[in-house]
């Protein structure tokens, strides 16, 4: 016992000195802490009511001159309990504006929503995304995440206009559900271009983009019977500035069987969110969502996802039951201060169903506080 | 007439003052001599992630309940400060922008921004500039 007398004394020791140390003088953990806690009122015949607390996550982002590192770790409810999962993990080299150079697992650069905003809801506008760019596990149509390389970079082009490019490889596709975190799942990687322009003067804060993904989704027994070859384009604008929140996508995806297979599915999807800030806290918000599959339900998009983030099987609600969709959204963020948001919304929802050819519509009400710490 | 005008030559006085309350301020060892707003805008959101000359930008801010950052949000982007302070801490969380340096007063801006060879930030106009600062006027 006696032995252990000077090592405690100096374990004191040099807690009270980190105690009464200046502020300045402690090497700080650029560590945040995000999550939202929900109420979501549904009426369909299967909908329940519920209170939720969907997410919990921590964010560390770390620079070193030219040199950043984040990373985004969550804790995620599925099925009544959490899972964990790393959503991010992204080293970065600066080199110039017009040249960085990214290695992990980052959100791929489709489209304008799915790089912009990521998990932490104090940042989105509404209380989810727009499913067309859900994530994986939540019925989206895009591959969100990718592992791999990404180089982007920004080059000005005169006083009132200046392009930004993304170019990325990575493992690609996996089952459904799954993002591929360790091994692909095919030989050919995937690859993806995104390029958008900035015009400035009275058109600044404008931002005008398409991009280009093709990648290959494997065979999976009893689901996807031929591997596919992957095919998206799309086109997006945005703008934010003047306190106006305006995005607006449409993506056009084509899956080609190949290899005996015969089969092409196409889907087409639209979103566009529009918010206006008033007072510097209350920003009314509405959204508008369509999603077109074919007439032959795409063996990808209809496949049950085969593991969420925890390793879970979780049902995919895009499938043959609930087929082409339009979504309506209405409501209001207030920002209390730096760390709590306040967001209310109303929902109207048009499925058909690609089985019975009926339609189910759905209203939902929903109410979210979202933190950021 | 000679209140309207006199009332005009007070708005004119006082949108002047306005404008030169606060100054952007940088190491000395940046050769950068002048930025236009837009560059300014820009740097602060991560848009552009260097200094003309190449040095990464390293912003330092201010707490959101300053004078300085309430004139950065007011005066280059014409939003209120938390709308300001929300987009900032968004473009971290992308992975636009390195965490903002925070520091608590104008003195304490300067001597952080000595060291730091991108280092940008805002203190008032009035404030006195240390050796291994120097202020870079904003083009329009």
């Known amino acids: ?373 | 007439m000679s209140k309207i005008l006199a009332a005009f030559a007070a708005l004119l006085f006082s949108t002047a003052a306005l404008a030169d309350e606060y100054i952007l301020v940088t190491s000395a060892s940046n050769p950068t001599a002048s930025v236009t707003k837009t560059e300014l805008k820009e740097m602060i959101l991560g848009k552009q992630k260097a200094w003309k000359q190449g040095s990464i930008v390293h912003l330092l801010l201010q707490n959101d309940e300053s004078k300085s950052t309430d004139w950065v949000a007011s005066q280059l982007f014409g939003v209120g400060v938390k709308t300001l302070i929300t987009k900032i801490r968004q473009e971290v969380f992308k992975g636009e922008l390195a965490k903002p340096v925070s520091c608590n007063s104008d003195a304490d801006c300067l001597e952080q921004a000595k060291s730091i060879g991108g280092a940008l930030t805002f203190v008032a106009a009035a404030a006195k500039l240390p050796e291994g600062v120097k202020a870079v006027p904003i083009a329009p």
């Open chain 1, 1 to 373: 016992m006696n032995s252990r007398r000077p090592w405690f004394h100096w374990t004191l020791l040099a807690a009270a000195l980190l105690v009464l140390a200046p502020a300045s003088s402690r090497a700080e953990i650029p560590l945040s802490l995000y999550g939202d806690i929900d109420y979501k009122y549904t009426k369909d015949q299967t909908g329940a009511s519920s209170f939720s607390v969907p997410r919990v996550e921590l964010f560390y982002s770390g620079n070193y001159d030219r040199l950043s590192y984040l990373a985004e770790v969550m804790f995620e409810a599925a099925n009544n309990a959490y899972t964990f999962d790393i959503e991010r993990v992204q080293l970065t080299y600066t080199f110039a504006d017009w040249a960085r150079i990214s290695a992990g697992r980052f959100h791929t650069s489709i489209g304008y929503y799915n790089d912009a905003f990521h998990h932490g809801y104090y940042f989105v506008l509404t209380t989810e995304r727009p499913t067309a760019v859900d994530f994986e596990d939540s019925n989206g149509l895009i591959p969100a995440h990718l592992v791999g390389l990404q180089a982007d970079g920004r080059i000005r082009l005169g006083d009132n206009l200046a392009i930004r490019y993304d170019a990325e490889v990575g493992n690609g596709r996996g089952n459904p559900g799954e993002v591929t975190l360790q091994f692909a799942r095919h030989l050919e990687p995937a690859m993806n271009f995104r390029l958008r322009f900035e015009p400035g003067g009275a058109l600044d804060g404008l931002l005008i983009g398409g991009n280009i993904y093709h990648d290959q989704i494997p065979t999976l027994a009893g689901s996807i019977v031929y591997p596919m070859r992957e095919l998206i384009l799309g086109a997006h604008a945005a703008y934010f500035e003047n306190n106006i929140h305006f995005v607006a996508e449409y993506m056009w995806i084509q899956h080609q069987e190949f290899d005996g297979g015969t089969n092409t599915y196409k889907t087409n999807a639209f979103f566009a969110e529009l918010g206006y800030t008033l007072k510097d806290a209350w920003t009314p918000y509405v959204r508008y969502e369509n999603t077109k599959f074919g007439s032959t339900p795409d063996p990808f998009f209809t496949a049950e996802a085969v593991v969420d983030s925890g390793g879970n099987a979780a049902p995919n609600d895009l499938g043959p039951d609930r087929g082409s969709y339009q979504r309506g959204t209405i409501g209001v963020r207030y920002i209390f201060n730096e760390h709590v948001a306040l967001k209310v919304e109303g929902q109207l929802q048009y499925f058909s169903d690609a089985v019975s050819a009926g339609r189910t519509t759905v209203y939902t009400a929903k109410t979210q506080i979202a933190v950021a710490f």
